[in-house]
């Protein structure tokens, strides 16, 4: 292969900033992006196991709506055509009244559709603690807010830990679709040092390496949390 | 496995071909691998007005596609495959180098600056275009160069020659622009249109093509000063001498006769997009020193 | 500024969508066949007692589901040809890309799909007298199969929606064809929207079958 080895370009500057930072949007906006979906998500995916049909109804729509569309073409809703339909003052504020418009589209972007993953996680969780512990928590006077509160909802999140983890993950790797707007993080940072340097090799692999690590990092937390946390007599969903 | 198989078919290949080809093909790897697949790959921009953009068909056209198809032809001839097959490969400011250096195209149509880190990777054929960095602007912005850009947001094209030189003059100038990277010029133009930039540093050249193409192009200008010196030039693989004289062979034989103002003219001036940019002393210099004699 | 929705222009779209769409189709199919046969591969190594050999597949698994796919994509569109020594040309770049890249994730499908069939079958098959491989080809994997359908529909779904990806390397799928005229026609509204509603009801109907799959033909 007719290709000249240069890992050292990895240490000079500017690249070795530029991979930092770029590394530093990821984990930014997966992390952002992590916490709508985590709360989004637990709120739908407790209206699709509340014994009413409309809230139901509102939960499924949800999770249909954003897990059938593509993140990419999701990405490019929110960027190209939520601004151009909204009004004119509020077009302007999410193109450029805000700072880092482009950041913050896909933080928002990210969120709503790991939403409906999470919500999906969150309703098979409830839907795995049998059912007489819902009816015991009744029986004992709370209200249905309550047993969500303080009974369905701790349960359910230990039992989720794993596939929990996976969708973090997914937030995580998904960040980097980010780049088609002009957000740059680690993907569209090693891009731009094979673009500079023409060393695409080292580039792509330090950006591999760094997915890798923080892939390990974050399953070998997930394993220790999980452990600590389990309920004896249950077992814990698989990651998927 | 895999270099077995490489060894094996090589030899296959120049084992058939050995009593076929003409001296030429026979030293130059990319004529070699044309005539093995029987096309050749050409990467094409898809809007670089006017020198590869697409007509409302789909089809590649425009100045640097016409020059692309006359090296065509000769290489047609110097192989003596009248019926080599084109095959058009849609490239972007991103992968045009790459695709160059990894050999998925044999020539790139486009508007490339010929530079000297690039050369690093492909070959260049003599400078067909002559051009550099200025700004796109809404007419009425108030912005008339880039003094005028402090705290204004800017799209530039990930991947090209302008997106060094606006960061770089940035920093020279101890301005705050905030810039949005893009894919490709459409987007750009996008991205004016719906007022989230305020500029787009590209060739001036290409503003004006983009202007050109725009729906309502007196609402459009380009500012400024020159901030980057862009010669342009065809490229091809690099470590090819062959190829390459036979590509420079066709430009050079094309400036000398003078057919290469004809399809200058027939792109620019005024152009099928009424772009009207008659031929600068500049280029028109840069053609006749180039016109190499036999 | 957009004005109302302008229907011609999707009209006007429409025959090089449906090439666009085509593309997508024919990168999803093939890669949905090079993905499983690769993915079954890897599941039975997994569950190979060889240790190396399990080893090695758990380890592709695990590097490849922790990557993001558009970085998988640059590497094999810019970076195979340079390592092979000769073109493939894009469609083959990617499409090695999703095989690889996906073949990880059906891996863990039919991994656990092998390990739904109870171990006593294999047991019976070798008191049958039957090979390992004529028990696996005979009697698991087509249990299995069945019983993970639904679940690789559902893969297969997420795939088709994954080759919008190729959006990054310019490719000229259903929605980079979308893209291109929403620029060229200046109308990203329409355009994108179509591509949303397109996108959005074959994916539904994929998932819905793949439920009604799971209802109706698990064992």
Known sequence: MNYKWDWGILLQEPYFGWIWAGFGWTCAVAILAWMIALSLGSVIGVLRTIPHPLPRAIGTAYVELFRNIPLLVQLFLWYFVVPEVVPREAGMFLKRGLPMPEFWTAVVCLGFYHGARVAEQVRSGIGAIRDGQRQAALAMGLTTTQVYRYVLLPVSYRIIIPPLTSDFLGVFKNSSLALTIGVIELTARSRQIEEYTFQGFEAFAAATVLYSLVTFAVMTLMHVTERRTRIPGMISLEAK | MIRTFRTAFAAAAAFVLAGALPALAQESPTLKKIKAAGEISIGHREASVPFAFMDQAGKPQGYSVDLCLKIVDEVKKELNLPNLKVKFVAINAQTRIPLIANGTIDIECGSTTNNLTRAKQGDFLPVTFITGSKLLVKKGSGIKSLADMNGKRASISSGTTNEKALLAEIEKRKIKVETVMVKDHPQAMLNLESGRVDAYASDDVLLYGMISTAKDPSQWEVVGEFFSYDPYGLMIPRNDSDYRLLATRVIADLMRSGEMEKIYNKWFNPGPTNIKMPISADLKKAFSIQALPY | ?219
Not at chain 3, 16 to 23: A, D, I
């Open chain 3, 1 to 219: 500024m957009f004005g109302g929705f302008d229907y011609a222009v999707l009209e006007r779209a429409l025959p090089l969508l449906w090439q666009g769409m085509l593309f997508t189709l024919q990168l999803t199919g093939l890669a949905i066949c090079g993905g499983v046969f690769f993915g079954t591969l890897l599941a039975l190594m997994r569950l190979s007692p060889f240790r190396p050999v399990s080893f090695f597949a758990a380890s592709y698994v695990n590097f490849f589901r922790s990557l993001p796919l558009i970085l998988v994509i640059f590497w094999f569109y810019f970076l195979v040809p340079k390592m092979l020594g000769w073109p493939i040309g894009g469609f083959y770049s990617v499409l090695i890309a999703f095989v690889m890249f996906e073949a990880a994730y059906y891996c863990e499908i039919i991994r656990a799909g092998i390990q739904s069939v109870t171990r006593a079958q294999v047991h019976a098959g070798s008191a049958l007298g039957l090979t390992y491989g004529q028990t696996m080809r005979l009697i698991i994997l087509p249990q299995a199969f069945r019983n993970m359908l639904p679940v690789l529909l559902t893969q297969s779904i997420i795939m088709f929606q994954d080759t919008s990806l190729v959006y990054v390397v310019g490719l000229k799928d259903f929605l980079t064809t979308a893209d291109l005229i929403a620029n060229r026609d200046n109308r990203p509204v329409e355009l994108f929207i179509f591509a949303a509603v397109v996108y959005f009801v074959l994916c539904l109907i994929g998932s819905t079958s793949a439920r009604r799959l799971q209802r109706t033909y698990a064992i």
